[in-house]
């Protein structure tokens, strides 16, 4: 195919081979997919939820930071995670999305995400402006559902929340015992 290379096996071989977008070749690090501060679109966005969601994708860091993630690109990443989840096939188990223009919707999304989830032990959404108590409480209840991985969570920065979604993220990690936050 071309714009692709496969890792792994020849494709005759391994009907499940990981395509990786010629785009992001070069950030690639083994199980390291680094993509900060990349200007991502929706083309690129399917690009690499197409990779992520083949099975043979074996990315265990996420780093999505400064992308411009908004909510469509956040739900889609959202969707894959979910996706892997549900083929309990997972891999990513740390996700930055720092500094990216994440709403309420992308954040219920990644909420819905947590709740199924039972790989990602690590998510930083801090510097997302965009999200507001509304997104907050989702976060909070998909954290509450998720007290089986979910080890680390960074949420400060976010402009938009008050007392009321900073209590309620706060309220949600205290809950569960191995979890270490920053809100």
Not at 103 to 124: E, F, K, P, S
Request: aromatic share 4%.
């Amino acid at each position: 195919m071309e714009g692709t290379e496969s890792a792994g096996a020849t494709e005759d071989a391994n009907p499940t081979l990981v395509e990786i977008p010629a785009w992001c070749r070069k950030r690639l690090d083994g199980q390291e997919l680094k993509l900060k501060g990349v200007r991502l679109d929706a083309e690129k966005m399917e690009e690499i939820a197409a990779f992520l969601k083949c099975p043979a994708t074996n990315v265990r860091f996420l780093d999505m930071a400064n992308c411009r993630l908004g909510d469509d690109l956040s739900a889609t990443l959202a969707d894959v995670l979910r996706v892997k989840a549900l083929k309990e096939n997972s891999s990513v188990g740390v996700m930055d999305l720092t500094g990216n223009l994440i709403g309420d919707a992308g954040a219920i999304a990644l909420a819905d995400t947590l709740r199924m989830n039972r790989v990602l032990y690590h998510i930083n959404i801090s510097e997302n402006k965009n999200f507001t108590d509304v997104g907050a409480i989702a976060l909070a209840k998909g954290i509450s559902e998720n007290d089986r991985t979910l080890r680390a969570f960074n949420a400060v920065k976010n402009n938009k929340l008050t007392s009321l979604g900073k209590t309620a993220l706060r309220e949600a990690c205290q809950a569960n015992p191995g979890l270490t936050y920053f809100v």
